[in-house]
């Protein structure tokens, strides 16, 4: 198949689009709307909450550091046959889970083997997403990641519904047809050969490049301290509203409110990100402040109004920064070595996201509230945003009309950098 100069920005991408948001819904619409299960898990094994919680934590773990496998088989064998393969490893470990007689078997049958399938499945997805478009790339990546909050709000009711009538075991079967369709989403992910693809290298060369990549290695610590705050209000929102004296009830809704914005946020970012000139990277940096500070403002918060005001520009903010977190990386690297940044972004950041929930508890048992928890969370946001600035172009643009990455110099296999990006190396 021949070669093409730069990406289509459309045609069949838009397929790509289609099967981004299924795909993500089936992964993290899943891991998102899992609790469900988690009283029942606790009920039926007898064990404490804490160990029940094992399951989801180490499904994400491995999803996150198995991001880099996914890129470097993409790179070899196309993401088609990994993403077919990753979604039929997702559904067989719900399918093995739902004969679990122990929370071990849980711990390697949703934990490990699916985790696995779903590390094969996101970050292939959303780097063969990026290679078909160039002008229109933050619009297609906020409109496939929409399927996240679409179906967290489908998915949970759903799951509920399955587990009172056909209880836990049944209700993982049927999970796990639900996750075949992964396969079909897999499918759908036709290759695109650009020109520039045989100027990188393979896997190994490009992993090379990117280590020695100053201005990636600077974005992807910004990235680690923009994911330990991220998720805290997920984790801990609630139980802040109920120390307040708000009822369950009302308090699980603030959050719904959120996701509700969320999903705004993600869209009209995207638009905004291919509509706004310059580099991505300034409007994440926007996001980002933004993020960071309503999430320093919630312990102020006192009255319903207000608290109903910040989840609602949490939410927007939060999901107004995702999609363009994403398209930062082709700018930067380009292109032709997407899959192998993405997979490496995703692995370091996953640190972030690891340790900043746990954080956010330790410093609540420490102060008996969780004013310190969600200042330090939008304090982590701020340093992302700080590091942010650093990123080549990001105050004067660079002097061209066509997109970042489709002007990057291409690098020799054996040379993991061009001379003129060799001083923007981290010190």
């Known amino acids: 198949m021949a070669a093409r100069a730069e990406p289509p920005d459309g045609g069949w991408g838009w397929m790509v689009v289609l099967s981004a948001f299924f795909q993500s819904a089936l992964v993290f619409g899943v891991l998102r709307s899992f609790g469900v299960f988690f009283v029942e898990f606790v009920a039926a094994f007898e064990e404490q909450a804490a160990r029940v919680s094992w399951i989801a934590s180490i499904g994400i773990a491995v999803q996150q550091f198995g991001s880099p496998i996914g890129s470097a088989l993409s790179t070899k064998f196309g993401p088609r046959r990994v993403v077919m393969s990753g979604g039929v490893l997702a559904a067989l470990g719900m399918l093995l889970a739902s004969f679990a007689t122990s929370l071990t078997h849980l711990y390697l049958s949703i934990g490990l083997l699916s985790g696995a399938g779903w590390a094969l499945t996101f970050t292939p997805t959303l780097a063969c997403l990026s290679r078909y478009f160039s002008h229109r790339r933050s619009l297609a990546m906020g409109l496939a990641l929409t399927g996240v909050g679409l179906s967290s709000f489908a998915f949970a009711p759903l799951f509920q519904w ?92 603030l959050l719904s409110v959120a996701a509700i914005s969320d999903l705004v946020g993600r869209v009209v970012s995207g ?62 690297v380009g292109t032709g070595r997407m899959y192998s940044g993405l997979g490496l972004v995703q692995m370091v950041e996953s640190i972030g996201g690891l340790l900043g929930a746990p954080l956010s508890g330790y410093l609540r048992d420490v102060t008996g509230n969780y004013t ?56």
């Open 372 to 427: 310190a928890s969600f200042v330090v969370a939008g304090v982590f946001l701020l340093a992302g945003s700080g590091v942010l600035v650093t990123l080549p172009h990001f105050c004067f643009s660079a002097p061209t009309s066509k997109p970042q990455d489709s002007v990057i110099e291409k690098l020799d296999t054996k040379d993991p950098l061009p001379k003129e990006e060799e001083g923007l190396g981290v010190d």
């Open 162 to 253: 399955l587990l009172s009538h056909y209880a836990w075991r049944g209700a993982l079967l049927l999970v796990s047809a639900l996750s075949f369709h992964l396969v079909a989403c897999g499918a759908l992910l036709r290759p695109l050969f650009l020109a520039e693809d045989t100027a990188v290298g393979g896997p190994g060369a490009q992993l090379n490049s990117l280590l020695h990549h100053g201005p990636f290695l600077r974005y992807t610590v910004a990235l680690t301290l923009i994911n330990t705050g991220f998720f805290i209000p997920y984790v801990h929102l609630v139980a802040h509203l109920q120390d307040l004296g708000w009822d369950p009830l009302p308090a699980a809704f």
């Open 271 to 332: 638009w905004l990100g291919d509509a706004v000139p310059g580099p991505v990277a300034r409007l994440l940096m926007l996001w980002t402040t933004l993020t960071g500070i309503s999430l320093a403002l919630f312990p102020v918060a006192q009255a319903p109004t207000a608290l109903v005001v910040l989840a609602v520009a949490y939410g927007f903010t939060s999901g107004a920064l995702t999609p363009v977190a994403f398209s930062v990386v082709p700018e930067l």
